[in-house]
């Protein structure tokens, strides 16, 4: 079974329009990590959560962890040709410094 | 910020040769590395973790004799692929993070391999 659950699978947006994504977690988290990729490059790290209730922004980014730390939001405000990407959250199960576990991801487009 | 420096990007290789993939942090040391396999329009799927002047830990599935870990340094991990097939073919990005609790795992800019 999957831990990590990302939906939508994949986003089409008119620029401009704001969006939201979402990752669910099986197990409550140490830490969620949102990341963005452009397909055979590397990842581009974006926000950590740790606390429940936690939200950081950075610029037009906006994500979120419910208080049971099993859920994270990230949300785009007036979303630009440059937001899009693959957004993948990965999950710390086990604190310490230790591996990510990720989600398949979540393909947004943006339409100029 | 901190940088994690993977090389090289792109590699062909010939069917039965081997390739090292280098991953370095830059600027800060790192005990702990680690190596993932990203399928087309998959996720990431970590393959193990390397741990600086001891064993690597691989998950399960992932063949020790084939992908080879090195953690010589603080700042370096490599990952050889023996006697390469051409369903090694994929792309491999590491990940590291600084010796201090609570730090968020960097990525490489991944190595996409190609075994002709």
């Known amino acids: 079974s999957q831990e990590l659950e990302q939906s939508p699978q994949s986003l089409i947006v008119q620029e401009g329009k704001n969006l939201t994504i979402n990752c669910t977690s099986s197990k409550t988290l140490y830490g969620l990590y949102w990341y963005k990729q452009k397909y055979g490059e590397g990842l581009i790290f974006l926000m950590m959560?740790?606390?429940?209730?936690e939200e950081k922004s950075h610029e037009k980014i906006t994500a979120k962890l419910d208080e049971k730390k099993q859920q994270s939001s990230l949300h785009i405000t007036a979303s630009q040709p440059s937001h899009a990407g693959i957004y993948l959250c990965g999950a710390d199960f086990t604190g310490a410094n230790s591996k990510l576990t990720f989600g398949k991801g979540i393909t947004l487009s943006v339409r100029p | 910020g901190a940088v994690v420096s993977q090389h090289p990007s792109r590699v062909i290789c010939k069917s039965g040769t081997s390739v090292k993939i280098e991953c370095r942090s830059l600027d800060f040391q790192a005990t702990t590395m680690f190596w993932y396999r990203q399928f087309p329009k998959k996720s990431l799927m970590l393959m193990a973790t390397?741990?600086?002047?001891?064993?690597?830990?691989?998950e399960q599935g992932v063949e020790k004799d084939k992908f080879l870990i090195n953690h010589a340094s603080l700042t370096l991990s490599t990952l050889t692929v023996t006697s390469a097939h051409p369903e090694d073919s994929s792309f491999y990005i590491c990940?590291?993070?600084?010796?201090?609790?609570?730090?968020?795992?960097?990525f490489g800019q991944g190595t996409r391999l190609t075994v002709v």
């Open positions: 990940s590291a993070r600084e010796d201090r609790a609570n730090t968020e795992a960097f």
């Open positions: 959560l740790q606390k429940g209730g």
């Open positions: 390397s741990n600086e002047g001891s064993k690597a830990t691989y």
